[in-house]
């Protein structure tokens, strides 16, 4: 897609407390990829190529991405692969597949092949300790797949334990508030696309004003929200970071684009450094 729907990539530097960080972990850095959909329309091979540019740049400890990495054919992932491979960490490279990952039968499968033959972690409903046991990153399978089931992984672990939870959609945080998260990270929303400036996304304040109509009115809301109405219900984490009862969200932007494309809401590469609380 032209850069005139998109706007220019933005790296965003973030800070986050976490309790319990181990004094080996201060200032460990993360860099979180998210929304890639890589078919040939939704993401320029420039703007891929600055993505990737700036997470190496950032030299981060671990990489972390969160899903829909292709629209709905899986076939693309494997020139994604090949762009992909490029990416460098210190601890490797850890993944979670989102809604567009999963939407053909063999697509699961296909994508998580295709990212393992370049070293990617793919995780579903698993844990895995590449910053070491004090520090583990649990990746969820799908919000709507048939296996997002958060109880038996997330029991696993001791709650004095801290932890980073990789979750594609950002309304599993509002399920998650059973357990300790010190931070999850998503995508899916791609921050809402058009975003009103000091107010956040557009289609937030354009749902709060529906649920103002007569109730006899609200039964149009599914068709006057479209196919936004469908991808979250809780449009107010759209994008950056958000506190969630005791736990931390922050939703990344995304870089693929969809039509009408993007205001005020680049795509994004966030840099996370990690500090105690």
């Known amino acids: 897609m032209h850069w005139l729907f998109t706007g220019r990539l933005r790296v965003d530097k973030i800070t986050v407390k976490i309790a319990d960080l181990p004094q ?3 200032g460990t850095k993360l860099v979180q990829l998210t929304d890639f959909h890589y078919d040939g329309v939704r993401i320029s091979e420039e703007l891929l190529a ?3 540019a700036a997470s190496n740049e950032a030299e981060p400890d ?20 090949l762009r992909l491979k490029h990416l460098q960490s210190r601890c490797g490279i850890y993944a979670v597949l989102g809604n567009h990952d999963i939407h053909y039968k063999h697509s699961k499968t296909e994508i998580t092949s295709a990212l393992t033959s370049i070293g990617v972690h793919v995780l579903w409903n698993e844990i895995a300790y590449p910053l070491g046991q004090e520090l583990p990153i649990i990746g969820l399978a799908e919000y709507w797949s048939r296996e997002f089931n958060p109880a038996p992984v997330m029991d696993i672990l001791n709650s004095d334990i801290p932890r980073i939870v990789l979750s594609h959609n950002p309304d599993t945080a509002k399920i998650l508030q059973k ?5 999850q990270l998503s995508g899916h929303t791609h921050g809402g696309h058009i975003v009103l400036p000091g107010l956040g996304p557009a289609i937030f304040h354009y749902q709060k004003l529906l649920k103002q109509l007569p109730k006899k009115l609200r039964r149009w809301e599914p068709l006057l929200l479209g196919d936004c109405g469908k991808v979250v219900k809780y449009w107010e984490w759209a994008k950056g970071f958000h506190q969630v009862s005791n736990n931390q969200l922050y939703v990344n932007r995304g870089l693929g684009t969809y039509r009408p494309g993007r205001l005020f809401c680049p795509p994004e590469v966030t840099v996370i450094t990690l500090v105690s609380l």
């Open 24 to 26: 080996s972990l201060q």
């Open 62 to 81: 671990i990489i972390l991405l969160t899903g829909d990495y292709v629209t709905d054919d899986p076939t693309p992932i494997h020139e994604l692969a």
């Open 179 to 183: 357990w300790r998260v010190d931070l």
């Open 50 to 52: 600055q993505a990737i």
